[in-house]
């Protein structure tokens, strides 16, 4: 198989030695790093690459592939401060394709010798940490890491403190086996894994380069009590050992373990149970039954097309799951044609992962540069050598504040590693260190803004430096353009570029401005490209802005530390803007909810004078001031689970999320057995056919506003 990405394997035997011994301690250094240390020294892309290779030396010269060789291990030594546990099945790695054609090839290669065609099964391959836990007559007896495929570490006390972690197996006897290893992946989930890096980055600290190195650094703490304080998640997606009746073994007696039985086996005995472990898809079902979360994003099919289609759905919609994914992995259903496929020493035959594009890639910075934000804040941001990052070009990426780049040791001159993950705005990961020229310079914050030539500072026991102009050019722009935002008064057609436009037109000012262009319709259809159309839009987007409750046009108002959740609890205790704006400190710090430094910097923003008379402009010139009436939701859902899937009209993702929380139903992201509803927007997802299988009930967008109103369920 030749790989376009590789260099030519060298025909000379000596020399393809002595690259074989270059690349051999730099694999098996990053293993150590990554598995170990947290801490990898190459992106995973990187690593493939340099894989590739050595696999491809050793596939033209066997003899190099030694039991020394990298190749010959799974996964790190262990080397630990952890007890060491002996998996009773090894736990085996992945071979990874990185095209649809050898995926292609590898299903012919499976398929060959079996009788029957196999069934598929496609999941997301988790980028997370790999766990085995070990259920003895349903009870959790160990959780331990990979290690090195033989040997793991005993983390059983932290994987406990995991919400989606049962101690103990729900269900009838009968479904319970004597003992069984599960296997699975930990994760950080995304949404939490920005907002805990966002912390550490406003605290000074540096932030983890993905949620994977975040989720391990969080499962390896001596201390559970601190893994518990981290919000990680679990999906099984594999079984190791099973022993269906009889007495369990001793899970930690080396010599009690075999490679998985045949279920059908007289010897396990057989219970409802044994049935469930025919398949994969049985077993993923058994696990959704016993209380093991499976993720629901699953294909089961027979047909070679779809699992292409799969393939190529996730991979353009790789952001859309709340775990980080980096492929997908293309399974033989049948347990029985698994045994009949086998393994390698490192890898399953019956199972393969198709290794999505990265979505981080290493590039030149070029050179450092700062922006001035809505609130002032400075952000330092690294120009790099444009470089494509899953389908999207990369000039620019964030490097959040000048602590972040001393403690990352970004210097300009670096080749750096940047990363694209959602819709966060791009990031250095940190510099690629054996690559940095003697030349590269140490960059620090200029003395002050290149927007006003205000002398920039930095409050004490703050990460970030502030231009404390409110006339700061660049600081109107980024506020104008953020309070026709989304999450503030939501005006159409007041983006970037307006905003740029009318300020170097002198159609505004100020924010309040904006409220009187529609006394500028002359002005503004004078603007070039400018029509009738255009204009009327945007007065008419304002026109509706104007009736915005008092959260958003807080949010609106470019306030330190001031988000929608905080508006929304400031707006539903004052109730109007004149009352916010002469409360005290302390009667804004004893709502539940806000605390002082919020509390400091809403008083801070209205004691300065020419804030309190922007916003008495927008009050003159129309602007709401008052908070939205109370909605008499009450606890309807209370003790009711809801997954929302595809595309509603009328609730974007956030918004059905809200509405089922505030009423006090759990929104979900997977479907088990314990789901009650399961609300089915335009192009669902698998979890509709999930939601089919489990018989869970099915609701339309309207049935879902019913539900909301009601809080009963549809018959
Ligand atoms: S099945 C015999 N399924 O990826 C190994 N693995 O790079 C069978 N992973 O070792 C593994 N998501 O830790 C499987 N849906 C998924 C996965 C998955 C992530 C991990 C797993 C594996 C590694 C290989």
Not at 221 to 235: E, F, G, I, N, Y
Not at 446 to 459: H, Q
């Amino acid at each position: 198989m030749s790989d376009p990405d590789l260099p030519d394997v060298p025909r000379d035997r000596a020399a393809a030695r002595a690259r074989h011994d270059q690349l051999a301690p730099v694999l098996r250094d990053a293993r150590y790093r990554y598995y170990v240390l947290s801490d990898p020294p190459m992106t995973d892309a990187e690593f493939d690459l340099l894989w590739r290779e050595l696999l491809a030396l050793e596939e033209a010269h066997p003899t190099l592939a030694t039991s020394t060789s990298p190749t010959a291990e799974v996964g790190a030594p262990v080397d630990s401060a952890f007890p060491p546990h002996r998996h009773l099945e090894p736990m085996l790695s992945l071979d990874n394709v990185f095209s649809r054609e050898d995926l292609a090839a590898w299903r012919e290669r499976a398929a060959g010798p079996l009788d029957d065609d196999p069934r598929w099964v496609c999941e997301l391959k988790i980028d997370g940490v790999a766990i085995s836990l070990t259920y003895v007559d349903g009870v959790l007896a160990t959780a331990a890491t990979r290690g090195d495929g033989v040997t793991g570490e005993t983390v059983t006390q932290q994987v406990l403190t995991l919400d989606d972690v049962p101690y103990r197996l729900v269900g009838d006897d009968a479904d319970i086996p004597s003992l069984v290893e599960v296997r699975g992946e930990i994760y950080y989930p995304l949404e939490a894994f920005e907002a805990m890096n966002a912390e550490r980055v406003e605290a000074g600290e540096a932030a983890f380069a993905n949620p994977r190195n975040a989720a391990s650094g969080a499962l390896r703490q001596k201390d559970p009590a601190v893994t518990a304080t981290r919000p990680l998640s679990l999906w099984i997606h594999g079984m190791g050992a099973l022993q269906l009746g009889g007495t369990a073994p001793d899970p930690e007696d080396p010599d009690a373990g075999e490679a998985t039985p045949d279920p059908t086996d007289e010897a396990l005995g057989s219970g409802p149970g044994a049935a469930a472990f025919a398949t994969h898809a049985g077993f993923l079902d058994w696990c959704a039954r016993v209380g093991l979360p499976v993720a629901a994003e699953t294909l089961v099919t027979d047909d070679a097309d779809e699992v292409w289609d799969f393939v190529d759905h996730w991979t353009t919609h790789r952001h859309e799951p709340t775990y980080e994914i980096d492929g997908v992995v293309v399974k033989v259903d049948d347990l029985a044609q698994r045994r009949q496929l086998g393994s390698t020493s490192r890898a399953p035959r019956w199972a393969i992962a198709y290794k999505m594009p990265p979505i981080e890639a290493t590039t030149l910075l070029r050179d450092i540069e700062i922006n001035t934000g809505r609130t002032g804040r400075v952000t330092p941001f690294a120009v790099v050598e444009p470089v494509t990052v899953s389908g999207v070009t990369i000039t620019y990426a964030t490097l959040h504040n000048e602590i972040q780049v001393h403690a990352k040791d970004v210097r300009i001159g670096d080749t750096v590693s940047v990363r694209r993950a959602g819709d966060v705005i791009p990031e250095v990961v940190g510099p690629v260190l054996s690559e940095r020229p003697d030349d590269a310079r140490t960059w620090h914050m200029p003395a002050e803004c290149p927007s006003c030539g205000t002398p920039l500072v930095r409050p004490e026991g703050e990460a970030h430096h502030f231009c404390e102009n409110v006339d700061c050019p660049n600081r109107i722009l980024e506020s104008l353009s953020h309070f026709g935002g989304r999450k503030a008064l939501d005006i159409e057609g007041l983006g970037y570029k307006t905003a740029k436009l009318l300020l170097d037109e002198g159609l505004v000012a100020d924010l309040a401005d904006v409220f009187a262009l529609d006394r500028r319709r002359e002005d503004l259809l004078a603007l070039e490209g400018w029509k009738e159309k255009s204009v009327d839009n945007l007065l008419a987007g304002i026109d509706r802005a104007r009736a915005q409750p008092l959260d958003r046009l807080l949010v609106g108002l470019n306030i330190r530390h001031l988000g929608p959740t905080v508006a929304k609890l400031l707006a539903r205790s004052f109730g109007d803007m004149s009352a916010l704006a002469t409360a005290s400190v302390e009667d804004m710090a004893a709502i539940d909810g806000i605390g002082p430094v919020i509390a400091e910097a809403v008083a801070s923003f209205f004691a300065i004078d020419r804030n309190r008379e922007l916003v008495d402009k927008m009050r003159d010139l129309g602007m709401r001031m008052t908070a939205e009436e109370e909605a008499t939701t009450s606890d309807v859902l209370d003790g009711l689970s809801i997954v929302v899937t595809g595309t509603l009209e009328g609730f974007s993702r956030t918004e059905a999320k809200d509405a089922i929380e505030s009423r006090g139903g759990k929104a979900t992201s997977s479907v088990s057995g314990r789901t009650s509803a399961v609300v089915v927007g335009d192009s669902p997802g698998s979890k509709a056919d999930k939601a089919r299988d489990l018989d869970v009930p099915i609701l339309d967008e309207a049935q879902f506003v019913e539900l909301l109103d009601s809080g009963t369920l549809p018959t």
